[in-house]
């Protein structure tokens, strides 16, 4: 009786496994054996307009372990046999052998620090070369290792400002390399196996295998070695001249980044984690600044294009201008005197630059403003980009008007600034900056970035009246016919730009100081057939940027603008500039 009643329960629970049961005890058994794997995709690469990588990744291994896990095996390992080592002196047998392969970069008390912890998991080391890796989990099979890229940046500080950095995970944290971490990361993929109770994968159980899709690679404008040149100039500049901070970028006519160099950067691969703070941005971009007589080309492009003055007027210009109830004189002591239209601007008169204004009109002047792209993003592509400030025309008070025009009251970023010049070099069509030049997806297939829809400013005649006219900038004639900017001057080249002088404004008062100046530059270069545009700012600087005496960013101007022409053996002008009268006597 009782086997038979054993044989009737033993039917009954048959019958439940294999029928009523069956679909479920099924599911959960193919659960227990399958795993889903990732496959992970390879960031793109990020390189220079000639291809040199400034960015890639390379596959490496981080090590693993659990102390929690790795201790309880131990003890039940010494228990079964009492000549096993203690899980104290195993943990020191692997943090020395881990040492032995790894060298100074995996210290021995770190690492017995880490493994003697009461967690159920920790990194004993990141960026392990996978042979190594190999090495150690065959010896210390205790030890795991999984897979960690590591982000390599063989050109270091060159384009840090620009290229940005990525965080332990892979990831973009800054510059392009995070604004464009979707189009770098690409996707992961996965792979559906079957393991065994080991956890090894049953061959011939590979299914539902989803590919990585690869991230593209980035090909930006500029090449490394204009962009290192100018770096270096722009740091020396800043040394020589005791300013707290300097910037530079230089485009082409077509708004293609050349270079964009800032003071004080980092290099990505050792220092995106520690380096200060100032060192990961790129105020060129990200901080607006008043410019100072910089934007005077505003008046200027403002009055040739509405006919209310010719270059060669001769202006009555008093010793003063009251505006709004602000007076506004010259930086240098002078009576009544007559300026031709060229000369105000050669020479930077603030009152010459206002009695212009006020023929152009506030109306006119604010839609002048708003077509050279003032108070709105470029949209570049680089993160944290600043549109800058102008205060709307109906929120102007009486003494607005008389500051905007020479280049206080309102604030922009360099990159801003430079765009400027570019519209007036580009025969008055302004056209939105750009860093990418393409996009490279992992079957070689190139995408160009189109050239942004440009805008048109003024007319071609209007700029090359003013690009003409800013020749007088660098004229370097006796008595009153002097530019400001004669520094900027290069043999055998017309160069056609303007000095700015702004004050910045002190916190402690809410005021304009008196000691503290933004110093700027911008131009363009050859003047007669521009190639080239250059807009330098200099913050608080005590000399000029050759070390002179004198705060002047012209000097800055003259190196970059040529170490470029050398380079790319622009050829020179076709003329020398004439000389062009300032003074009617």
Not at 565 to 585: A, D
Request: glycine share 12%.
């Amino acid at each position: 009786m009782l086997m038979v009643a054993a044989l009737v329960i033993a039917g009954f629970q048959l019958i439940r496994v294999q029928g009523v049961d069956a679909a479920g005890l099924s599911a959960r058994a193919d659960a227990q054996r399958t795993s889903t794997q990732t496959l992970v995709a390879n960031r793109g690469a990020i390189t220079d307009v000639t291809g040199k990588k400034m960015a890639f990744t390379l596959q490496a291994k981080a090590l693993t372990f659990q102390p929690q896990a790795v201790k309880a095996d131990l003890v039940k390992a010494r228990e079964a046999n009492p000549a096993a080592p203690t899980p104290a002196d195993r943990i020191q047998q692997i943090a020395v052998g881990v040492h032995d392969v790894l060298g100074p970069a995996a210290p021995v008390a770190k690492l017995v620090q880490a493994m003697s912890a009461d967690t159920t998991f920790t990194y004993l080391a990141r960026g392990v070369d996978p042979a190594l890796a190999t090495q150690i989990t065959e010896s210390f099979p205790e030890v795991g290792a999984e897979r960690q890229d590591i982000r390599q940046y063989p050109t270091g500080r060159t384009g840090a400002n620009m290229i940005g950095g990525t965080g332990w995970d892979g990831h973009g944290l800054l510059g392009l390399e995070g604004s464009m971490d979707a189009t770098l990361a690409g996707t992961d993929g996965t792979r559906t196996v079957e393991v065994g109770s080991d956890g090894a994968v049953i061959p011939g159980s590979t299914r539902d295998e989803q590919p990585a899709q690869d991230g593209d690679t980035i090909q930006l404008t500029f090449d490394a070695d204009a962009q290192y040149q100018v770096q270096e100039m722009t740091q020396r500049a800043k040394d020589l001249s005791g300013a707290k901070h300097a910037s530079v970028v230089v485009m082409d006519t077509k708004g293609k980044i050349v270079a964009m160099a800032n003071d004080g950067t980092f290099d990505p691969g050792t220092e995106t984690g520690t380096a200060p703070a100032a060192a990961l941005g790129n105020p060129s971009v990200t901080t607006p600044f008043e410019p100072g007589s910089v934007a005077k080309i505003v008046t200027a492009a403002a009055a040739i294009e509405y006919g209310v003055t010719t270059p060669e007027e001769v202006l009555d210009i008093p010793a003063g201008i009251t505006m709004g109830g602000a007076t506004v004189r010259d930086a240098w002591g002078h009576g009544d005197v007559k300026y031709t239209t060229t000369g105000v601007f050669g020479k930077s008169s603030n009152i010459g630059t206002l009695v212009l204004a006020q023929r152009v009109g506030a109306d006119r002047f604010s839609d002048m403003v708003s077509r050279f792209g003032l108070g709105q993003l470029t949209n570049v592509g680089l993160p944290g980009e600043t549109a800058g400030s102008v205060p709307p025309q109906s929120q102007w008070s009486g003494s607005t008007f008389a500051n905007l025009p020479i280049g206080q009251g309102l604030s922009m970023s360099l990159l801003q600034m430079t765009g400027m010049y570019q519209a007036i070099a580009n025969g008055g069509v302004r056209i939105p900056p750009r860093v990418v030049a393409a996009t490279v997806d992992a079957s070689g297939n190139r995408t160009e970035t189109p050239e942004p829809e440009g805008v048109r400013v003024v007319s071609e005649q209007t700029a090359s009246t003013v690009k003409d006219m800013f020749r007088a900038v660098v004229q370097d004639e006796p008595n009153q016919e002097r530019g400001t900017g004669v520094a900027a001057g290069i043999d055998g080249y017309q160069v056609s730009g303007k000095t700015g002088t702004a004050q910045q404004v002190d916190p402690k008062c809410g005021c304009y100081s008196n000691s503290q100046y933004n110093i700027t530059f911008a131009g363009m270069v050859p003047a007669d057939n521009p190639k080239y545009v250059i807009g330098i700012m200099l913050d608080a600087p005590e000399r000029s940027t050759d070390g002179k005496p004198g705060a002047s960013a012209a000097p800055l101007f003259h190196d970059i603008a040529s170490w470029l022409l050398l380079r790319n053996r622009v050829p020179l002008s076709s003329g020398p500039t004439p000389v062009m009268p300032f003074v009617k006597e």
